[in-house]
């Protein structure tokens, strides 16, 4: 079956210090796959995606590469904000699953002043 | 109201009682999503509407009943749960299952069993 593994957080950071994630997914077929943000209090965001072998998707400063060598997704932002603390989540979505999404487990970020 | 809206935001309820949650959305989509977020756990799928009848029904318990009276609408009613239920309820819509359309998300109900 399908599954997403995350980096175990939380992970805390100084502002303006460098962010990476890390994603890696197991699937059957070619998925599309997708990093979403939770800030406090609030529901999932759709922060960017990537539907391809090598594409890379980027919002907000952050920016994730679809490497199916490595079956990896791994988030990165160059110099975070306080503004960014919040909880991130990978997901996936196969070809043949409509839009049904396979989540990770969440990593926490704090970025402090 | 814009988005997906859900109500409450927050419940607290014994384990005897009867509640219900609602989410709606104002988006025109025609598919509907309950989720359940647990502290350092993945995201569960508990069920998916498509055109208001039910589509997936991924082994939840069936002190959880699900309703979808239109597409705008869901609701999730709740009885006799357990203290294991405490969680994280998240709605989402999108277009149909099927098609390649992002779900958006409410912001969730935090509902604490006691």
């Known amino acids: 079956g399908n599954s997403v593994t995350q980096m175990e957080g939380p992970v805390t950071l100084s502002e303006e210090a460098f962010l990476t994630i890390n994603c890696t997914y197991t699937?059957?077929?070619?998925?599309?796959l997708f990093w979403y943000v939770q800030y406090p209090g609030e529901g999932l965001q759709l922060l960017l995606k990537?539907?391809?072998?090598?594409d890379k998707g980027s919002n907000k400063g952050f920016e994730a590469t679809y490497r199916k060598e490595t079956t990896s997704f791994h988030l990165e932002k160059g110099s975070v904000q306080v503004s960014d603390s919040a909880v991130y989540f990978c997901?996936?979505?196969?070809?043949?699953?409509?839009?049904?999404?396979?989540f990770g487990e969440g990593t926490q970020l704090t970025v402090n002043p | 109201e814009t988005g997906v809206t859900q109500t409450p935001r927050h419940l607290v309820m014994g384990m005897t009682n009867k509640k219900s949650l609602k989410c709606e959305q104002h988006?025109?989509?025609?598919?509907m999503y309950w989720y359940k977020q647990s502290a350092k756990k993945p995201l569960e799928l508990m069920f998916v509407?498509?055109?208001?009848?039910?589509?997936e029904n991924n082994s939840v318990p069936s002190r959880f009943s699900p309703e979808c009276p239109n597409s705008s609408h869901l609701f999730l009613h709740l009885h006799t749960l357990q203290p294991e239920d405490s969680a994280l309820y998240l709605c989402?819509?999108?277009?149909?299952?099927?098609?390649?359309?992002?779900?958006?998300f409410g912001p969730g109900t935090r509902l604490t069993v006691t």
């Open positions: 990537a539907t391809k072998a090598d």
């Open positions: 989402a819509s999108s277009q149909l299952p099927g098609q390649n359309y992002e779900q958006y």
């Open positions: 988006l025109g989509h025609n598919a």
């Open positions: 699937a059957t077929g070619y998925p599309s």
């Open positions: 509407y498509s055109l208001e009848e039910r589509v």
């Open positions: 997901a996936l979505r196969e070809e043949t699953s409509g839009s049904r999404l396979t």
